[in-house]
């Protein structure tokens, strides 16, 4: 049974959020607070963290920064702050995806499910090593590495490198990439913007001109060969 852990302030959601999950299949851990929750986590990993944005003593932003840094969970922030700057904050610091309260239960459920298969794609998954220069992309492994050196990358952004690294120069777009990623048919095209700019971060020797993962302008992206 996938194990989520909720962490969110409010009692009235938290609580219809964990008895709606667990009508849907999952095991359900929650927390009130960002400590609480990355102490739950490190106990006991859950498969997947839901985080609210504002909560008491740390806030969500800092709770996903601290779950990134030891971390690969997927995560994905539920919250009623929609402006985009909160929702580009939110996936700088590491979030999986964003969703806008109220929740739609069964919208939550697809989304989970989503990411689950994802998961398991990574640890089935046989395909040749892929090499970009001194970029190296090793998908049986789920290893990254640049000028032989471990890169650390989050589930999402790895997926998103084998996808555009399966691909060498042909440009995808957005909605490509949101569909065979997230495996979602429409969204957010900023999921596809803030993660590619989280690898340029990772990958490229000055994120400002990459030479690997490069923008047609229009179009989408691409990886040079």
Not at 12 to 36: F, K, M, N
Not at 201 to 211: A, G, Q, W
Request: aromatic share 4%; proline share 4%; glycine share 6%.
């Amino acid at each position: 049974m996938p194990a989520v852990l909720v962490i969110e302030d409010d009692d009235r959601i938290r609580t219809s959020l964990v008895l709606a999950l667990e009508e849907e299949g999952y095991a359900v851990r929650a927390a009130a607070t960002g400590e609480e929750g990355l102490i739950a986590q490190r106990r006991e990993p859950a498969d997947t963290v839901l985080v609210d944005l504002m909560l008491p003593g740390i806030d969500g932003f800092e709770c996903i920064r601290q779950l990134r840094r030891s971390d690969d969970v997927p995560i994905v922030v539920i919250s009623a702050r929609e402006d985009t700057h909160d929702i580009v904050a939110a996936l700088e610091a590491g979030a999986d995806d964003y969703l806008v309260k109220p929740v739609k239960v069964k919208e939550l459920s697809a989304r989970l499910r989503a990411l689950r298969r994802r998961a398991r794609a990574l640890t089935t998954e046989a395909v040749r090593s892929l090499r970009f220069g001194e970029l190296e992309v090793r998908p049986e492994a789920g290893e990254v590495r640049l000028s032989g050196n471990p890169v650390a990358v989050t589930r999402t952004e790895f997926q998103l490198l084998c996808e555009l690294a399966e691909h060498p120069g042909q440009v995808l777009s957005r909605t490509q990439l949101l569909q065979r990623v997230w495996q979602y048919d429409g969204g957010d095209e900023r999921l596809v913007d803030v993660h590619v700019g989280r690898l340029r971060h990772k990958i490229e020797s000055d994120s400002s001109t990459p030479r690997h993962l490069v923008t047609v302008r229009g179009l989408g992206y691409k990886l040079q060969p």
